[in-house]
Structure formats: structure tokens, C-alpha cells
């Protein structure tokens, strides 16, 4: 079964200042990789996703990420984050013709301060 | 389209009661997901169902739960009798993937509901 690993439970930042979350990813099979955030109080929302071509992949709200097939990561990045990005993050895995069954890491705590 | 839409928002009951939490997933979407989110686990998938079917319950944790999908418009989760370690943020989702993940479209999902079993 596939799994993913988020490292760092909490991310302080200040504003304007570059970010990078983590995750690894496990699988013995083809994945496709997602990145969701979840605002306070708020349902889960796709800000990217991987599912072949260009390693790198940008989203909505300037976050990129990069697919490292050798080393098993999906990192999330953002050149310079704002207050308003204060939320949390959450990685994502699924196997390829896995019917969008996603399994989830534990996320991480973005918070941006002035 | 008002998006995936869940209620109650909040539902507080005593242990032993029955818990009904219901979704409304976005017409047209196909499969339709129930997740669990917790401190302590993170979000786990529960069930999801794609064309009304359910097609993987292995998230489900014990007999007490169950989930139905009795048309396309409409899912439930049950809970039956609830207990205090029960008590999580259960999320709908839907999408329009069809079965076998062909296109792996996003995940659109509910607000939720906050459910506190005392």
C-alpha cells in the first residue's frame, strides 16, 4: 500500500520570507501526487497535482511542487508567502487507476507571521 | 453550484445515541468519499462509493459505521451506537472521476461536521 510522509508537523515563516514543506512519499507502483490546504474551519482544497510530464508543477496562489521520482519526494514551495497562507497543508498520494482513492499525510501546520 | 454541502455542522450527542451525518455531493460528480480527520490520525478514508457503489469500506472502522448511498444526490454515515473516541470532523468529498481513476480529477470537499460524542 502506498504512504506518504509529512515531516514537519508546524512551519513558522515570516511574511515574505521563501517556504518549503516536505513530504515522501512510498509506493511500489506508478502514483499520482496532490497537495491540498485547509483554511480554519474549512473543507480540504486541491492547490496542486501531479500526474505525469513536467516534474515541476505550480498551483493556484503561486505554490509549486517538484516530483523527485529517485528520491520519493512531492516538495511544496512558495517564493514568498503572505500572511493569508496561514493554514494547513496536506500532501496526498494515490496509485495510478486508483479511482481517486487518496491516502492522505498527517499535514502541516503553515503559519506566517509579520 | 453551491459545492459539496454537509450537515449537520455541528452535531453533539451523548454516548450510545445514533449519529446521522449526511452529504450532498455536487450533481454530476460520480464518487463520493467519507473521511474521518482527527489530532491523533491525521484525515482516513472511510468508505467511498462511485456510482452509488460502494466500492471500498476497508477504511471503516468497526460495525458500528456504516454508510449508505441511496441515489446519486445523496450519502449518509452512521454511527450506531457512537462512542467519546467517535468524536472527529467527518468529511464528504466528491469528484468526477469515473471508477478505475482515469482522469484522477480533484476532490472537492464539504465543510464538514464537527461531531463531539460525550
Known amino acids: 500500500a502506498q504512504s506518504v510522509t509529512q515531516l514537519d508537523s508546524q512551519v513558522p515563516v515570516f511574511e515574505e520570507a521563501p517556504v518549503e514543506l516536505r513530504c515522501n512519499y512510498s509506493?511500489?507502483?506508478?502514483?499520482?501526487l496532490f497537495w491540498y490546504v485547509q483554511y480554519p474551519n474549512q473543507g480540504l482544497q486541491l492547490l496542486l497535482k501531479?500526474?505525469?510530464?513536467?516534474?515541476l508543477v505550480k498551483g493556484i496562489n503561486g505554490f509549486e511542487a517538484e516530483f523527485n521520482k529517485s528520491q520519493t519526494s512531492f516538495h511544496l514551495r512558495k517564493p514568498s508567502v503572505h500572511i493569508s497562507d496561514t493554514a494547513e497543508y496536506f500532501c496526498?498520494?494515490?496509485?495510478?487507476?486508483?479511482?481517486?482513492?487518496?491516502?492522505f499525510g498527517t499535514g502541516t501546520q503553515l503559519k506566517v507571521e509579520l | 453550484d453551491a459545492g459539496v454541502i454537509q450537515s449537520p455542522r455541528h452535531e453533539v450527542t451523548e454516548m450510545g445515541q445514533e449519529v446521522t451525518l449526511r452529504c450532498k455531493p455536487i450533481?454530476?460528480?460520480?464518487?463520493l468519499f467519507w473521511y474521518r480527520q482527527t489530532m491523533m490520525r491525521g484525515l482516513e478514508l472511510l468508505i467511498y462509493?462511485?456510482?452509488?457503489?460502494?466500492?471500498?469500506d476497508s477504511g471503516m472502522p468497526e460495525d458500528r459505521f456504516s454508510a449508505k448511498m441511496p441515489n446519486a444526490s445523496f450519502s449518509t454515515l452512521k454511527i450506531q451506537p457512537s462512542e467519546p473516541r467517535d468524536s472527529a470532523v467527518y468529511f464528504c468529498?466528491?469528484?468526477?472521476?469515473?471508477?478505475?481513476?482515469?482522469?484522477?480529477?480533484?476532490?472537492?470537499f464539504g465543510s464538514g461536521t464537527q461531531l463531539s460524542v460525550l
Open positions: 501531479y500526474l505525469s510530464g513536467s516534474t
Open positions: 450533481s454530476g460528480h460520480n464518487s
Open positions: 468529498a466528491s469528484s468526477p472521476t469515473g471508477q478505475g481513476g482515469t482522469t484522477n480529477e480533484k476532490l472537492f
Open positions: 496526498a498520494v494515490t496509485i495510478t487507476g486508483g479511482g481517486n482513492k487518496l491516502t
Open positions: 462509493f462511485n456510482n452509488n457503489v460502494p466500492i471500498d
Open positions: 509506493s511500489s507502483v506508478s502514483v499520482y
